[in-house]
């Protein structure tokens, strides 16, 4: 057995092992590590902790910092505001406060302290550690005034755009497109995933590159992608670029539409075209913003922004197994509509003077005829307003309406017939009911949204619709 001894001299070396241990994590602490007197003296130090103050070493700290009240705090009266507070509660309590350097500059540091109290229950010393938080609290103060920056730049646009005809190249007074664009500069103000929903022809991109153009994103590149005319074959290259010899004809390194919108914003337009493997590897991309190029095994990041388009029902192409449903989550945050043509009928006459002008290149571009004004502003558009220009530069050019949304043979209502009048009250009668039936049904025969897309209240739009026969069972209770 062993003596009394050897039992305190096994006893004494564990001891000094654990004293050992507690010393190299003193020293070699990066978190600042100190224990002070209520009387305002540091009892001891850390090296970490000196740094973070500018002294050169422990001891010169404990001899320069004679008073902490006055020499450690910027503001004297918060040390007796922390001792007041790790006096009244057991544990480790958390501040963050302002100190004073060696060579009088500040910092703003993060401070966990408790007390060390004796067997009656007095406070005898006080522990804590420091973490110097500057650079983190200038980044907080920069971002907070970056976003409140840009918040006022959104609410000056707002205003100066409310009620206006047009938002960048973007061309349109009526209610809906008002609508649209508090939605463009809602997205703008967020680096949130969107997407823009509408008919081909429509002008999605155009509402795509006006977000960009309005975010903190604008002096990075807007990078544009047709996801329906890649070949399959490229796809994967033309995302994330690759390595020479990756495949055949791969004569160069080579970067993709990632690279390019490092920064900036890729847009996805008719999105709904990728194909499933496809959208796997662009949802880690998106996810994390790490890729591999083709024939790469070092991986590489890029900060984008991602604005989709499309002219499909994404949901059914979940339903149906032809979109993934975690990519469609992650790429339908945002949801912005933008209504066809024949929604917003009162911008036609702005569009028509704005594609004259630029046809023509010409601030006084022709007058058009009364009878093709009229046909322009009656005909619905399916090719919306890409395919108004495309009637405009014909005409011009043959002085010919050409509406190519009717088949052959098929005569449209909307076509001027100079040989054939009626009279022009019943015309305008026959409209305003065309008009009226097309925004109800558009809305489900919901009379509040159609009441406030045509810009007339509910009162009104009934008894226009009760004027043109136009209440029926199922919109009676809308």
């Known amino acids: 057995m062993k003596n009394c001894r050897e039992v305190k001299q096994e006893e004494l070396s564990k001891l000094r092992e654990r004293a050992d241990k507690f010393q190299s994590i003193f020293e070699n602490s990066t978190l600042g590590i100190f224990q002070s007197s209520l009387k305002g003296r540091f009892l001891m130090v850390n090296p970490a902790f000196a740094r973070i103050l500018g002294y050169d070493s422990p001891e010169d700290l404990r001899k320069s ?69 500057t650079e983190a609290r200038l980044r907080e103060k920069d971002l907070k005034e970056r976003s409140e920056n840009l918040s006022r730049q959104v609410q000056h646009l707002r205003a100066s755009f409310k009620d206006r005809y047009r938002f960048g190249k973007i061309i349109g007074k009526s209610a809906v497109m008002q609508e649209v664009y508090e939605d463009m500069l809602g997205a703008a103000s967020s680096d949130t995933s969107v997407i823009i929903y509408g008919e081909s022809g429509t002008g999605k991109e155009l509402v795509a590159n006006g977000i960009h153009s309005l975010s903190r994103r604008r002096a990075a590149e807007f990078v544009p992608v047709n996801c329906g005319a890649i070949p399959e074959h490229l796809l994967e290259s033309e995302f994330f670029g690759h390595k020479k010899g990756a495949f055949t004809g791969a004569n160069t390194d080579s970067s993709g539409y990632l690279d390019r919108a490092n920064g900036g914003t890729l847009f996805l337009d008719e999105v709904g075209e990728l194909r499933l493997d496809m959208q796997v590897k662009l ?82 571009p022709p007058v058009l005829p009364g009878s093709v004004l009229e046909a322009l502003y009656k005909y619905d558009y399916p090719g919306n307003i890409r395919e108004l220009q495309n009637i405009l530069q014909r005409y011009l050019a043959i002085r010919k309406l050409d509406f190519v949304g009717f088949f052959e043979g098929q005569q449209s209502s909307s076509s001027p017939d100079v040989h054939e009048w009626i009279p022009l009250q019943d015309s305008v009668t026959e409209y305003e009911k065309s008009i009226i039936e097309k925004c109800l049904a558009y809305h489900q025969w919901n009379r509040s949204r159609t009441a406030r897309v045509l810009g007339l209240n509910r009162k009104t739009l009934y008894s226009k619709m009760k004027a043109h026969g136009l209440i029926s069972p199922h919109s009676e209770a809308k």
Request: charged share 30%; proline share 5%.
């Open 65 to 133: 910092i004679r008073d902490i009240e006055n020499q450690f705090y910027h503001d004297p009266r918060r040390r007796s505001v922390i001792l007041a507070a790790v006096q009244a509660i057991e544990g480790i309590s958390k501040f963050e406060t302002e100190l004073c350097r060696k060579d009088g500059s500040l910092i703003a540091c993060s401070m966990s302290i408790r007390t060390i109290r004796n067997t009656e229950g007095n406070v005898i010393h006080l522990d804590g550690f420091i973490e110097d938080v």
């Open 283 to 364: 949802l880690r991309a998106i996810d994390g913003g790490v890729y591999f190029p083709v024939g790469d095994s070092k991986p590489r990041k890029s900060d984008f922004r991602l604005i989709a388009a499309t002219n499909r029902n994404l949901r059914e192409m979940v339903k149906a197994g032809k979109i993934r449903e975690d990519f469609f989550f992650r790429v339908d945050v945002v949801p912005i509509d933008l209504p066809p043509l024949r929604m917003r009928r009162e911008d036609i006459p702005l569009l028509i003077d704005h594609f004259l002008r630029e046809i023509t290149r010409s601030e006084n």
